[in-house]
């Protein structure tokens, strides 16, 4: 039954535009969804392997700003008379970029920062991403600064035989997002459940077991962070082309929490996980628009977090995969169910 | 007994293990021999659960060295010195407790890729699945082999502590190690538990994979292995068969004060 449910759940948000003309809530739609890749890709980290990456948006902008650099072109100075010119590219290849430029991030730090694990490992994400919000605020030349980069060309995707079609619409933008989320729900499904995911699942569980039975740790970590991040940094290039402006506050603390809450609320370490705490946090802002002011609605949603986790501490999905396991196993088992209470009295 | 049948798979050589100014281990020599079941026996605090740690590359001795078919083991990770075929139980945490027992095993079998890689997990290509039908192949003959396949489908937190060590044991061959070594296997289990591990051992055995077995349960010690070690505060005292460290005088006062030890001396010369 629930094999079904993805490929439904699918059909139903392809099915969206057709019936949601209010581009207010389509858009809603979209940055929600482009956040949700992020927590799709954090989920990676954070329910699979156990390690929690509070640097998470680095990967994101570092993707934005990748994809709007290769597009736009710049012309820097390096060292002395050194200059490095780029013309722009197409806006295609600037996705393909941000993936591989996050993806390289992703393998320097957890190259650098797994030899240290939990509390540590977080401290050192964090600061990743201040530094590199702080090259994004600074390194004027290439970045614009404060000044943010502007005018991003929209996404061009060519189809064969069909041409080449630039993403003007909100509509056109939301089948792209929801194509790469897919993608990147599908890699993510194919990664925890092969051996390699199997490696992951045990060093979360225990690391010096996983290790006596070959398990590379660093490796396995490494190989997880580069993937997230590569996921994360196509999530980035979607906002850059969608947006068409980026500036360094792409890189606040408060969109890494964004993600978290998704993964945490929708729980981690299911692959549904972000999906579902994504399209909650990301309608909830639409939702509450029209009954209260945004300051207000931040306590509503620190309120919606805490009932969630309050009622189901390890997220809405496996929650719900547990409530689905207990009926079926109650219908399957009704006429014997009682011996089971007969152990405490 | 000829020489390739005594040629050392494993040597432990002088090796010391301090922490600050505590001696865990202070001088321990012994060698392991190819195909045999080597007992390493001593009073809680004796060292031998260090001396483990240290072999398995968890702890880096502080002198000495050791060395597994010749090759030298220091500074090689934990996962390293499993690929070079030497893999270990764990006394306490012996799975992975959210994991099914199919699913421990088959985290034991990650490295069994039948030539995929990375990619051609994510594109789920033939390659992919046809290592992973393998690999369930096996998981499947290995949990037949320890005795559990009516609880393959079980959460493994939720087995018995015995049936735990079980599930450590398949987890362990499933690397297919050339040595197994096993700390405190049979703790808390009850007789026809042991007795089944007994068989279990020497099945392992058999199949050409030596064991160094650390353990307290002193008749299941004397009945499995070919040779035992002695150790008392880190130090080796005995090295011999299982009768000859039953009378050994220096293992009999490590276990029950020298009285004990005089007293044991006595009653062996009046039975004689």
């Known amino acids: ?345 | 007994m000829s020489a390739v049948a005594d040629a050392p798979i494993l040597s432990v050589d002088h090796v010391g293990v301090r922490f600050g100014g505590l001696v865990a281990i202070s001088d321990l020599h012994f060698d392991v021999r190819e195909g045999e079941i080597l007992s390493l026996i001593g009073p809680n605090g004796a060292g031998k659960t260090t001396a483990f740690n240290v072999v398995t590359g968890f702890l880096k001795p502080t002198q000495g060295e050791v060395r597994f078919r010749g090759a030298n083991l220091a500074g090689l990770s934990p996962n390293r010195i499993n690929r070079l075929g030497l893999a270990r139980t764990f006394q306490r945490t012996s799975v992975f407790p959210n994991d099914t027992v199919t699913d421990n095993v088959l985290i034991g079998l990650h490295r069994e890729d039948a030539g995929a890689s990375l990619l051609d997990a994510i594109f789920n290509l033939p390659r992919e699945r046809a290592g992973e039908v393998a690999r369930r192949e096996k998981a499947r003959g290995l949990i037949d082999w320890v005795g559990l396949s009516s609880r393959a489908n079980e959460r493994a937190g939720s087995l018995s502590y015995g049936e735990q060590r079980l599930v450590g044991v398949a987890l362990a061959l499933a690397t297919e190690p050339t040595m197994l070594l096993l700390d405190e296997p049979v703790s808390g289990m009850n007789a026809s538990e042991t007795q089944n591990f007994m068989r279990l051992i020497r099945s392992v055995r058999d199949r050409g994979v030596t064991i160094l077995l650390v353990e307290h349960d002193m008749p299941m010690v004397m009945a499995v292995s070919d040779r035992i070690v002695a150790l008392n505060h880190g130090k080796l005292i005995a090295d011999g068969t299982p009768d000859q460290i039953r009378a050994d005088p220096a293992v009999i006062e490590a276990y029950l004060g020298k009285s004990a030890a005089a007293r044991e001396a006595g009653r062996e010369a009046a039975h004689a």
């Not at chain 1, 806006?91 to 430029?101: D, E, K, R, S």
């Not at chain 1, 030349?141 to 943010?148: F, N, R």
């Not at chain 1, 996404?155 to 619409?169: A, Y």
């Not at chain 1, 199997?198 to 225990?206: I, P, S, V, Y």
């Open chain 1, 1 to 345: 039954m629930t094999r079904y449910l993805p490929p439904i759940v699918l059909v139903l948000l392809a099915l969206a535009p057709l019936w949601l003309k209010d581009p207010y809530l389509l858009n809603a739609l979209i940055t929600g969804g482009i956040f949700t890749i992020g927590a799709i890709s954090l989920n990676l980290l954070l329910g699979y392997t156990g390690q929690l990456s509070l640097g998470h948006i680095a990967f994101f902008g570092i993707g934005a700003y990748a994809s709007a650099l290769t597009t736009l072109g710049f012309d820097v100075g390096l060292f002395g008379d050194i200059r490095i010119v780029h013309a722009g590219w197409h806006p295609f290849a600037g996705l393909l970029v941000a993936i591989l430029v996050s993806g390289a991030c992703g393998y320097v730090v957890g190259r650098l920062s797994f030899r240290v694990r939990g509390a540590y490992f977080v401290i050192v994400t964090i600061c990743f991403a201040e530094v590199v919000r702080l090259v994004a605020l600074n390194w004027i030349e290439l970045t614009q600064g404060p000044l943010a980069l502007t005018s991003i060309p929209q996404m061009k995707i060519g189809f064969p035989g069909l041409g080449e079609m630039t993403l003007r619409t909100k509509a056109q933008n939301y089948y792209l997002m929801l194509a790469v989320a897919t993608l990147a729900y599908v890699v993510v499904a194919r990664l925890v459940g092969s051996r390699f995911g199997r490696a992951m699942r045990g060093l979360k569980e225990n690391e010096q077991l996983a290790m006596s039975v070959g398990v590379n740790a660093t490796r396995t970590l490494t190989v997880a962070a580069a993937i997230s991040a590569a996921i994360a940094g196509a999530a980035g290039s979607l906002y850059a082309h969608y947006f068409r402006i980026i500036d360094p506050d792409v890189f606040l603390f408060a969109y890494t929490v964004t993600m978290v809450i998704m993964v945490v609320s929708g729980g981690k370490g299911a692959l549904a996980g972000p999906v579902i705490g994504g399209l909650i946090f990301g309608t909830l802002p639409v939702a509450l628009r029209p009954y209260m002011a945004p300051e207000a609605q931040w306590i509503v949603y620190g309120a919606v977090l805490i009932a969630i986790l309050f009622v189901m501490p390890r997220g809405i999905a496996p929650y719900l995969d547990d409530w689905f396991a207990g009926r079926a196993a109650a219908r399957s088992s009704a006429p014997v169910a009682k011996p089971q209470l007969e152990g405490q009295s």
